[in-house]
Structure formats: structure tokens, C-alpha cells
């Protein structure tokens, strides 16, 4: 959509529409929000919407939750951008030419998943990491992939051992009510 690999500097400072686009893109939301967002054709209302969300965010403990059951998956300050990658979320193409919007996160309740198959790294949209397909435990859904390191490169910030990649349609937000506020 952007066509820009470096969110950081200057790149947006005189393309707020495209600012505002990869800012929704890359927050984890949950359905009435981003359907919120697509009702919105103004760019300073979706800014200001984004921020408001970022705002939140901080503030409050999110969950990030299966869609079809509900069981916790992580949380949005799990949330992390993979070296090379673009942001939190990317959309990758798989050899069958299906399309899959993903978020990455640093950890997860891995008691809540279970994975399908082995290890692969033909095809891998992280070089250096290889995949396995992960599935949510309770209603079984497909979640999404684990990425485990491949090589034995000392441990980068920005490419961790291990990572999940959840897809975006497999996994929405919640507010934890759990929190001690």
C-alpha cells in the first residue's frame, strides 16, 4: 500500500493520508474499530482516532484473544516488529497464493496452542526462521505460525529464537478485566 520500507524519519511528514493508513494498519483492533476506521474519510479524524487508540492502549492492558472462542492468545505489549520486516503486521503471500495479514508478537500462552507438523523453511517469510502452522487448543481454529530461528547467529534484539506470526482474522483485542485498576 505504501511502498515505503522506513516508517521512521521523514517519510510521512508530508503524506498524512498515508501516515494514517499505515498507522491503522499496524494496531491490532478489534472489528467495531476498524470498521470505525473504514467509515472514516477524514484523515485528521482517523489521526486523531489512531492516537486515541495508542493512547488506550497504553493505559490499558489488551488482550489479544482468539475470534471464534475468546481463549487468550497474548497481549497487544507482546506486539513487536521482526528485523527486516515492515511493522507488526505485514501481508505475506503463501505458495498457494493465499494472502495472510499477520501480527507479530514476542510471546504468547503457548499452553493455548497446539502446532501441526514440523518445522519448515521452504517458503518462510522470515528468512532464517523456519514455520509451524499453529492452531488455537480449545476451538481448534487456525491461529496462525511459530517461527523458530534456524541459525545459530547470537540472538539479535529485533530477531528473537522464537516468534509468532497470528493472523489478524484468527485473533481480535479485548480489555483485560482483570486489571487492579
Known sequence: LL??????????????????????????????????????????????????????LQEKRKLIICTM?????????????????????????????VIHQILTFRSVNERFLRYHGGAHTQDSWFPGYAWTITY????HSHLGWKFTKVHDDPVEIDRPAVFWGLAGSSVTTQDDNNDDD
Open 3 to 56: 511502498g515505503e520500507k522506513d516508517f521512521s524519519g521523514d517519510v510521512f511528514l508530508n503524506r498524512p493520508l498515508q501516515y494514517s493508513f499505515m498507522l491503522a494498519s499496524n494496531l491490532p483492533l478489534s472489528i467495531s474499530d476498524k470498521l470505525s476506521l473504514l467509515a472514516m474519510n477524514c484523515i485528521l479524524g482517523r489521526l486523531e482516532f489512531v492516537h486515541n487508540k495508542l493512547i488506550e
Open 69 to 97: 472462542c475468546d481463549l487468550e492468545m497474548s497481549n497487544v505489549s507482546s506486539l513487536f516488529t521482526v528485523g527486516g520486516a515492515e511493522g507488526t503486521t505485514g501481508a505475506y503471500v503463501n505458495s498457494h497464493g
Open 136 to 139: 488455537c487448543r480449545r476451538c
